[in-house]
């Protein structure tokens, strides 16, 4: 895996004025962490707050990596190397505070999202960073010997920052919560600077504060066969997450297996190509649009009024959306998309 920010790009804009002494009306950084590129840009802040404001969200990601890397040598591979010995194990704040959301999430999907599920994820391939990953998939009983283990995040005990457990397959992964939690805490650092226009965007999953000069920031939404299925406004603060299934999977001779697993029964999630959820919270948005996409098009609504979630727009593997009101309603969408909204 590439080392944490191989990049780490400071662009000084000055479109839309009159010279470049004036003060930049847009400025940009691009940083790498957990396998994504990062982009932040911000509006009408000058160019010394904005390398201050970019040097304190780096310093921050930088401890993100080193502190929630699922695979690569840390405090979580620490924390699940002690859960496997029967151990206690010290963590910090973000980490508990992830596993207590993640607790309530995986309790109120129903299980279709489980932070706990480490222990599968590394026996599909998937803790990696190069795909596709070439070869067969596990076998059957390895699968079900894992499955009858039933690791789970609330079989985790929290007291202060010491976390424990009794179960020895509770193996944390929160490639469901990080980006979105991470998208979160740049935000709010930006916020507290006083910056007050702003988008954090993690390779199509972002969040906005403010406005884009005079207009609102306007967001494309990917098709999972290319393109774009449409685009809507984002408002003054709003993230909006995509769960897909067609970017990181393993194939073995004519068979694809997607990245993303159910944790009920194991194996990789099929029936919808990609999730898409607006709501206010970064954390919130990426953990549901995962559970969105393990519930499929037969559970997904009872999932989403757990959640307290109305904008919704899911892809099927035929290339149909499926959308409901409220989100259709500020969705602009491509020529030739096939729509069907949903009641909810």
Not at 239 to 244: E, V
């Amino acid at each position: 895996m590439h080392t944490l920010f191989t990049r780490f790009l400071l662009i000084v804009s000055c479109a839309w004025l009159t010279s470049c002494s004036e003060p930049a009306r847009k400025t940009e950084a691009q940083f790498f962490i957990f396998g994504t590129v990062i982009d932040i840009s911000l509006w009408g802040v000058d160019e010394e707050k904005s390398k201050e404001a970019f040097a304190r969200v780096n310093a921050r990601f930088r401890d993100m990596h080193r502190n929630w890397h699922a695979w690569e040598p840390g405090l979580l591979t620490e924390i699940n190397e002690a859960f496997r010995n029967g151990n206690r194990a010290p963590a910090n704040d973000d980490i508990v505070y992830m596993t207590r959301r993640s607790q309530a999430i995986e309790r109120k999907t129903g299980g279709r999202f489980n932070p706990a599920i480490g222990g599968l994820v590394g026996l599909w391939g998937f803790h990696t960073s190069e795909y596709p990953i070439l070869g067969p998939p596990p076998r059957e009983d390895q699968i079900r010997a894992w499955l009858d283990r039933q690791p789970s995040s609330n079989d985790i005990e929290i007291d202060g920052l010491v976390m424990s457990t009794t179960n020895p397959a509770v193996q944390l992964d929160f490639g469901g919560v990080a980006k979105g939690y991470a998208i979160d805490i740049a935000c709010d650092l930006l916020r507290d600077m006083g910056i007050e226009n702003a988008i954090v965007n993690a390779g199509g999953d972002l969040k906005t504060l403010g406005a884009h000069g005079e207009r609102a920031w306007r967001i494309a939404i990917r098709s999972p066969g290319g393109g774009v299925v449409g685009s809507l406004e984002a408002g003054r603060d709003e993230a909006i997450f995509t769960s897909g299934n067609y970017e990181r999977f393993r194939q073995d001779n004519q068979t694809r297996y997607p990245h993303i697993l159910d944790p009920r029964n194991g194996w990789p999630v099929r029936e919808l190509a990609s999730v898409t959820v607006v709501t206010r919270e970064g954390l919130l948005a990426d953990a549901a649009a995962t559970a969105l996409i393990v519930a499929g098009l037969e559970d997904w609504s009872s999932v989403a009024r757990a959640l307290d979630l109305d904008q919704v727009l899911m892809v099927d593997e035929s290339g149909t959306v499926w959308v409901t009101e409220k989100m259709r309603a500020r969705m602009s969408f491509a020529e030739g998309v096939e729509v069907r909204p949903v009641a909810f």
